[in-house]
């Protein structure tokens, strides 16, 4: 153990997803529940030069991940070969899929956990420590729902409220359904308890998280419970913000359009994948929808909620994919006129159909296309968010969002439409925390965000403070500052006695 310390100590190393994020605030909850820190809490003079457990929560989608996952192994060899004592941990979709393979890489690491069984650390750690050799746990189903496992959340104004886990869909580029597998879903009850219960604590704002939000309930028999869902939040008192990621074109439908439009507290973003604008390519991903659906989608959100911003995910150079299919992407893309872009250059996933289908294309080719429509999206970009130039806009104040917020004297969150803004707190005026609310005039559109500087001119500033805001206000002395403590799980099935009783929630469960 390390010696700095009268209690050991942790450190969560977190790559990929929401899904990754939201899981590694339960692998902290678990080891402080197990009587370690977090050694980021530690004073920077007083930290051991590397935790006594360090883990890593892991990513196999992006290109790469394996590189990347032995590289940061490798580094830490040294800290362990000083300290024996010290345990290295791997879990998430990395672990799942290569399971032994880990520890014969890297045979110092000492505990390998698959994404069913994030509860199992502690005593992985602790049969580790007793056997002295490697324990590798991988569950090949989910036997308890990650929401009943000890969390600590990052933030105290926001958090993420998973409503399923997994993936039924069987898209040839994609690792995930195996690693994650089948689709399971919560019911909306103890889904809604875990909400209002953050709300109790302060939190504004919720993103619900899925693989697939859209067709949340079909496990239960009931296809139209995600909309339901979203009616639902909006009858908890205090939530100011819901969000969620990510769903299906393919299951996407038109009663979610009208929950979005007609719920205040959820928000007018929505993150849409394309993944490609060919026909010919969807076939080929296994994409059950075209690109005329995708388009009508779009146009269906905008004509019942005009001010949505719209983002998406697209995936260059899929094998097989032909200049004249990339040219339909381009088409779409201007078409849709995406607020943003997560774009990707398709890289080969071992155990997915794409890795062994004809028509690999050289990385040349990929690369060219990539920054093609790199350049599209931006012109794209940037015109809409022109569009948003005078324009008074709600900003929910963030940490960490603006780097360099110290040199341009801003603050910066994001308004409702999830769009990133940098703004300027006049002399004399209230400075807003972290979790409170800011309504700002915009002054410039840039690709990626929005400056707002108005309020140095006389124009709109309005500060309003928040549960959240004083949520975070009150966490300035823990550990870490603005971090909250651990929450010991999900409540029991239904919500607190304290909490109104309304219609929509019980028509949900």
Not at 369 to 375: A, F, P, S, V
Request: a negative charge.
């Amino acid at each position: 153990m390390s010696t700095s310390t009268a209690q050991p100590t942790y450190d969560v190393r977190t790559h990929g997803c929401q899904m990754n994020v939201h899981d590694s605030e339960r692998l902290a909850g678990l080891l402080e529940t197990a009587g370690y820190v977090d050694v980021n809490s530690l004073p920077a003079d007083g930290r051991p030069e590397a935790a006594d457990v360090v883990v890593f929560n892991t990513c196999a989608v992006r290109e790469n991940a394996d590189n990347k996952l032995y590289g940061n192994l490798g580094q830490l060899r040294p800290a362990k070969m000083h300290n024996p004592d010290m345990q290295i941990a791997v879990g998430g979709c990395m672990a799942q899929k290569d399971r032994e393979t880990i520890v014969q890489r890297a045979p110092w690491v000492d505990v390998v956990f698959g994404t069913h069984n994030i509860g199992s650390l502690p005593a992985l750690l602790d049969r580790a420590r007793h056997n002295k050799r490697a324990e590798v746990e991988i569950l090949e189903s989910l036997e308890v729902f990650p929401s009943t496992l000890p969390t600590r959340r990052d933030s105290a104004y926001a958090g993420w409220v998973s409503i399923s886990v997994g993936c039924n869909n069987t898209c040839t580029f994609c690792i995930v359904p195996s690693l994650r597998g089948k689709e399971a879903d919560r019911r909306p009850g103890d889904v809604l308890a875990e909400i209002e219960a953050l709300v109790a604590q302060g939190v504004v704002e919720v993103t619900l998280l899925g693989q697939n939000v859209n067709t949340y309930g079909v496990e239960f028999g009931d296809r139209l419970a995600f909309g339901k869902l979203l009616r639902a939040c909006g009858d908890i008192d205090g939530l100011e913000r819901v969000r969620f990621t990510s769903p299906h074109p393919a299951a996407f439908t038109d009663d979610v359009i009208a929950a979005m439009a007609q719920t205040p507290n959820v928000m007018p973003s929505l993150h849409m994948p394309l993944q490609s604008g060919s026909d010919k390519v969807l076939r080929d991903m296994r994409r059950s929808y075209r690109s005329a659906r995708f388009l009508g989608i779009l146009d269906s959100v905008r004509d019942q909620i005009p001010e949505a911003a719209i983002t998406t995910d697209i995936i260059v150079g899929f094998p097989g994919e032909t200049e004249q299919d990339f040219e339909e992407t381009l088409r779409v893309v201007r078409e849709a006129r995406f607020a943003s872009a997560f774009t990707f250059q398709y890289s080969i996933r071992p155990g997915t159909p794409a890795a062994t289908m004809p028509g690999q294309l050289p990385k040349a080719v990929v690369q060219e296309r990539y920054e093609r429509l790199i350049e599209v999206q931006e012109q794209v970009s940037w015109a809409e968010n022109r569009l948003i130039e005078g324009r008074e806009v709600e900003v929910l104040v963030a940490t960490g969002e603006g780097r360099k917020d110290s040199a341009t004297h801003r603050l910066s969150g994001r308004a409702r439409d999830n769009r990133l803004v940098h703004f300027s707190v006049p002399e004399g005026g209230e400075r807003p925390r972290p979790g409170d609310l800011v309504t700002v005039g915009v002054t410039y559109g840039a690709p990626h965000h929005l400056v707002a500087d108005s309020a140095l001119g006389g124009g709109p500033y309005a500060v309003r403070r928040t549960p959240g805001g004083d949520a975070w206000a009150a966490l300035q002395d823990a550990p870490v500052p603005g971090k909250p403590a651990v929450s010991l799980g999900m409540p029991g099935v239904g919500r607190p006695a304290t909490a109104p009783a309304t219609a929509p929630v019980s028509a949900c469960r």
